[in-house]
């Protein structure tokens, strides 16, 4: 983001969810580095800019539809060493 990080690995994935007539797309970004740092900035970038993407291709459907939460679930590695979210927010 603000300083280059050599990325081995991004992997970008989808999950629907359904309650009523309700649709949820939960993605997943996960992001590798050889390097000595955390990249969990450049795995929130993608999600968010996936996230945004999607809303492109659909708005001309549903201008309505709201992009939710964003949030780390997990990263190793790091100056402040591994985190790990106990549950999944809603």
């Known amino acids: ?10 992997d970008l994935s989808f ?3 359904q309650n009523g007539n309700e ?8 992001v590798k580095t050889k390097g000595n740092t955390g990249v ?8 968010s800019a996936c996230a945004l ?9 549903d201008k309505g539809m709201v992009i939710g939460k ?6 190793t590695g790091g100056k ?3 985190f790990k979210r106990e549950e999944k927010l809603r």
């Open 40 to 47: 969990e900035m450049e795995a929130l970038t993608a999600a």
């Open 53 to 61: 993407t999607v809303y492109d291709m659909c708005k001309a459907v």
């Open 15 to 17: 999950d629907w969810e």
């Open 23 to 30: 649709y949820t797309l939960n993605i997943a970004a996960s």
């Open 1 to 10: 983001m603000c300083h280059p990080i050599p990325l081995t690995g991004i």
């Open 70 to 75: 964003t949030y780390l679930v997990e990263k």
């Open 80 to 82: 402040n060493g591994d």
